[in-house]
C-alpha cells in the first residue's frame, strides 16, 4: 500500500482559521446563511481555488471544489454550517481534511494525477432544512422546499438565500464522474472515547424516526380551577413522557436512543392552565424491526392514555430515515488503514448521528469514519479532539482514498 | 334597607363597548401598556369625566375618578387590561360595575350624597409586574420594580410607560378618605356555574407560592450519545413533575392547585439532549399550612432526586402571598343583600385567584363578590357569564354599597 505525506500543521492551521468564522469561546455559531456562515463559504472557496481546484459556490450555498484530473473521481466532503450552539469540529473536519487530502495527493508525484471533488454541502445542521445542499446536488430535494422552508423563528428559507444572493439552484452530480464518496467526522458521542480508540470505521447508520406529539387540554386560570376539574395538557405530557420512557427503557436494545429535545405550552404562563403542549419526540436505532417496535407503542399509548390524562392527543410523523449499510469494500479499505496506521486504536461501530454520507450511499460505495470526541461532548462549545487524533483520522482517510482510487483505476 | 335601580342596558352597552377595545372573537388582547389598553384607558376616563367623577389617569396608567361628595367613600375597582388571551369581563366587569354604580347612586336623590371613587388598577394581569398600579397607590411598590420590570419577551417596563407617555408616578391613597374597598369579579372557576348560583360572597382568598424550577444537565447529540450516558435535563424535569404530581395528589386539600404553566428546554431542538431545562411551579391553597406543607415537598423532592435523575436541580421561591381573611362586617352586608336579591342562589367561597382586594383588605375593610363563569372558562376568548348574572351581581354589589356607606355616616 501507498502512504501519502499528509502535512499536520497545515490540517491544523486551516482548522483554526476557518473556526474564527462565528468563533465564541472555543465554539462557533455559524447557522446556515448568517453573515458568519456566508464568509466562511467565500474564504473557503478561495482555499480551494488556491489548491488549484475549480470551485464554485452553487446557488443553494454548496462549495464544491472539482479536480480537473482524470477519472475516476472521489468525492469528499462535510459541511461547514454549524449548530445554534455549534462545536468547531462539526462538519469543519471533514471538510479540511479533504481539503488537506486533496493537496497532499497533489504534492506526492504518484498520486498528483489523482482526482478528488471536495463539498462542504449546504445546511446540515437543518437550520432551514436538514441535508438541503447535498439534496440538491443528488436530485431528491422537494421542489416546494425552497418555498416553504422556515426557521424555527419564522424567518424563511427564500428571504435568507435572497440575502445571501442565492438563487436557489444547486450543482447537480453527475454519476458516471464518482467511485465513491467518503467522509469523516467527529463521533458527536462517548464511545470512541470510553474505549480509549483514536478511529471509528462506521459499518451502520442508525435509522431515526421523529414525531411532533400534541396535547389538546382546556386552558384556564390555575387559581381557580378545582384539580378534579383540569385538562391540563402540559401536566399529561409530562405524564405521557414519564410512563414512554419506562416503556421504552424496557424495550430498548443498547444502541436504541430516545430524545424529547423541544416543548412548548401554550398560552405558557405561570399562573394559566396549559390548554395546549406540543413536543419532539425522537428516536433512532440501527434496526428498522426495533424502529417499528418503539414507533408501535408510541401509536399504542396515544389510544391508551388520552382518557386517562383527559386531553386528546395527535401524533404527526416528521421524519423516517431508514437505516443504512455501508459499502463492505470501502469499510475493508478503511480497516485495512486504519489498522496500519493505528493498530489496536480502532473499531467498527455504528453511527447514531446522521450523516451526509447516508443519502451518498444509495447513489455510490460510500464510507464514513470517525475520529474521537473528548467526553463525547458534541453541539457544545465545549466539543474537541485531540490533535493526534486529528491527524491520525485524516492519514487513515488520505491513504484510504489512494486505495480506493487505485482500485477502480 | 335601601335598594337602587341600576340600569341593566347601560351596564351591558358600557361592557360592549369596553370589548371593543383589542377585541378578538368574543375575548379580547388587551396587555397593559398596548394600544387597545392605552385606548380603552382613555375612554374610561371620558366615560368617568361625563359621569361627574375628578379622573385622572396617573403616571402608571391607573385610571381613577374622585368623587367630589361627602366623605366617607367606598372605593371600587379592578382591571381592565387582560391576559394575552383574554375574557372581556375579566376585570372589565368590577370596572363597569363601579361605573354604573356611581351612575345610580347620583340618579337616586336618597343616596346623591354618597362618596364613591373608581378605579381601573393597572397591570394586574402581570404583563410586566402584577398589581403594579393598586401596589402604586397603596404605596406597595418596590422602587427598583419601575427600572427592572420586564416583559416575558424581554421588552422593559420604562419603555412601555415611555411610549405611554406614563411618568411612573402613582397617585397615592388617603388613608382617612375610605371606609373601605369593594370589589366584584367574574369567579374564573367552575363552583357557582356547577352549583347553579347567581353570587358568590368570597370570605378568603387562597394564598399562592410560586417557584422556578431549574434542572442543570448537560447539551448533547440525540443520536450518538447511549441513554446510560445522558444527563438530560428536560427527561428529569418531566420525570420530576410525575413524582412531584403524585406526592401533591396524596397530600392536596380539596381546595389545592398546582400549576406548571411554563417550561423551557435549552437548547430546544428535537436532534439536542437538553442541558437545561426551566419551569413555574406554583401551588394555592386557603391554608398556610398546607402551603407550608406543599413548599416542604418540593424542598424535599428536589434534595432527594437529583442523584437518580443524574442533574442538579435549583430552586428559587418567586412568589409567597399568604392567604387573606376577607372583613367579616363586610361579608355580613354582601350575605344580606345576595340573600335579599338571589334567595338561594348565592353563597359564602373562597376564591383560588388572587385579587387586588387581598392588597386593600390590610389596609381597610374590603369585600368581594363573584358572578359565575360559563363552564368555569377563564383566561380565555371563550369566558362569558349571563346577561341575568351579570345584572344580579352589580345589582347584589349596588344594594351593598349604599349600605356600607350608610352604616359608616
Redesign the interface.
Known sequence: MKSIAINPDRLLDNLYELRKFGQYKTGVVRQMYSKADMESRHWLWEQLVQAGLDARIDGLGNVIGYSGKSLPTLLMGSHTDS???GGWLDGSYGVICALEIFRALAEDPDTAHMSVDIASWADEQ?TYHGFLGCRGFLGLLQPQVISTAIR?DGYRLEEALLVAGLDGNSEQFVPDRYLGYLGIHV?????LDIAQKSIGVVNQI?G?R?FSVSFFG??????????A?RH?A??A???F??VL?RRY?QL?T??????????A?D?????????RAVM?L?F?DPSEKQLERMEQVLWQMTRAMHKGLKVDIQVEKTIDMPPVQLDEKVQEVLCQMASHHCPDQWQVMS????HDVALFSRFMPSGLLFVPSIG?????FDEDTSEEDLIAGCQVMADAAVELISQAS
Open positions: 449548530q445554534p450552539v437543518n424555527t463521533e458527536q458521542g462517548p464511545r442508525a431515526c421523529e382546556e386552558s384556564n386560570h390555575a387559581g381557580s380551577t378545582p384539580m376539574m391540563d402540559g401536566m405530557m409530562m405524564e413522557v414519564s420512557n427503557h430498548a443498547r444502541q436504541s436512543v430516545w430524545t424529547i429535545g423541544q416543548v405550552l398560552p405558557g404562563a405561570a399562573c394559566v392552565i396549559p390548554g419532539t425522537q433512532r453511527s447514531g448521528a446522521i463525547g461532548v458534541s453541539h457544545s
